[in-house]
């Protein structure tokens, strides 16, 4: 039977920490470009006992998202083992691109995963780099992609590259800026054959909501009264998100678990997009809900947005290379065990993924 195996993980977290407190003076403004009167110590102080971070990684302005992908890649090589001329896919997940510290304009031509293929210096032709843009669930869903090529027989081994530079397409003077970060996480995943009970993705599950969720999350112009309109920023609807994220992952987190055949008492771990602390909780609390489990078992959802904030498309990836080498206290994965990936955002897109370590 064949299995797509991650045999490699790495992660680029940035160095330059931004704390909460370093809000602690921001101008903020409404949606309607109106102040809000409550005081910026108090805002931070309402949003990290909704989101739970503390703080977040800012890249420094010599890094863009190709460059913290290549350095998350080159780990994720070195600890698979293969000759990276052996690829057959490079796979780059991010929503802005290359973004210029500077001017902010956002550069995707050529791809990001072939300026990464670029980077590690790969001449294989027959390795094929091309990005996808797919919301927050991008890395997981270059996950998918490789698992369907490996399917259907024409690759085998894929490297598969989630990044984003956040922090350069935020409106400081919006509340939903302090969410935001940067960072990179790779992976490489293989084509290997082994019996129905090895190591490998069991089961995949996807969906897109593109009617009135669309611009759930979008591209809109700053909440500072008389800013330039042409000027734009990552914008969240934090409460339809909210409601959209409970009404829909967790039953396509069950979908997905029912197709790998595996029971939810069978489920140690479960790696969830890092996008507020609360709604991962809740999605999570309705997963079990829907099975008839209460309360949620504990050490199911490892977190690392409390000191790495929503860094998109590269949560999943850093968050599992974190608890893979033993980077988050609590947490530690046993050969065998059956954990599940699982994302939402942009689009509306959702998916999820059962893989047994």
Known sequence: MQRSVITGTGKFIPNHIKKNEDFGQSQFFTEDNQPIETPAAEVVRKFKNITGIEERRYADPTMKA??????????????????????????????????????????TVPALAARIKHMLGIRNPNCVAYDILFGCPGWVQGLIIADTYFKAGTAKKALIIGTETLSRVIDNHDRDSMIFADGAGATVVESR??????????????????????????FGPSYYPGSDPHHCFIKMKGRKVYEYALSHVPAAMKDCLDKSGAGIEELKMIFIHQANEKMDEAIIKAFYKLYGHQPVPEKIMPMSIQWLGNSSVATV??????????????????????????SVGAGMNINAVCYRY
């Open 66 to 107: 190709s460059h913290m992908g290549a350095e998350a890649a080159k780990k994720a090589i070195e600890e698979s083992g293969i000759n990276p001329e052996e690829l057959d896919l490079i796979i780059a997940a991010h929503n802005y691109g290359d973004v210029d510290p500077l001017s902010r304009q956002s550069d």
């Open 193 to 218: 054959e082994g019996p129905a009970t090895g190591e490998g993705i069991l089961s995949t599950s996807v969906q897109s909501h593109c009617l009135s969720e669309l611009d759930f999350i979008n």
């Open 317 to 342: 990836p850093t968050l599992y290379d974190l608890v893979k080498k033993h980077e988050v206290p609590g947490y530690q994965l046993q050969k065998g065990d059956l954990v599940m990936f699982a």
